[in-house]
């Protein structure tokens, strides 16, 4: 399996001053991992979410991201995609994608 896309996961908090720090928060970068994105299948996708979404993605990462994530994005495009589900396999995490804007 080929891992040639690269994502990048992002968190979005309110952004808040901190005395003798300045301001935190706000739209952060938490990781960038390569990736093998594909499409969800027309087959998989009615049997999973009851209808067919051809904006899923499945996102096959080598090890999980542990800090909290907001969104990601693939291959540096404006399209923000959140988690619809996920599984940590011995051999990789898989995570079920959706875009935030439709």
């Known amino acids: 399996m080929r891992f040639e896309s690269t994502v990048k ?5 309110e952004e808040h001053y901190v005395p003798g720090v300045g301001y935190e928060g706000g739209i952060t970068l938490v990781a960038t991992t390569p990736a093998n994105v594909t ?3 027309t087959n998989r996708s ?3 979410f009851g209808d067919v979404k051809t904006t899923n993605k499945v996102v ?6 542990t800090d909290e994530w907001s969104y990601l994005t693939i291959d540096d495009s404006s399209k923000h995609y959140k988690a619809v589900t996920s599984r940590d396999l011995s051999h990789g995490t898989t995570l079920i994608v959706g875009d935030v804007n439709e």
Do not use: H, K, N
């Not at 996961?9 to 908090?13: I, L, P, V």
């Open 9 to 13: 996961f992002w968190s979005e908090s």
């Open 60 to 65: 096959r990462l080598l090890s999980p991201v």
């Open 46 to 48: 009615a049997e999973v």
């Open 39 to 41: 499409d969800v299948g």
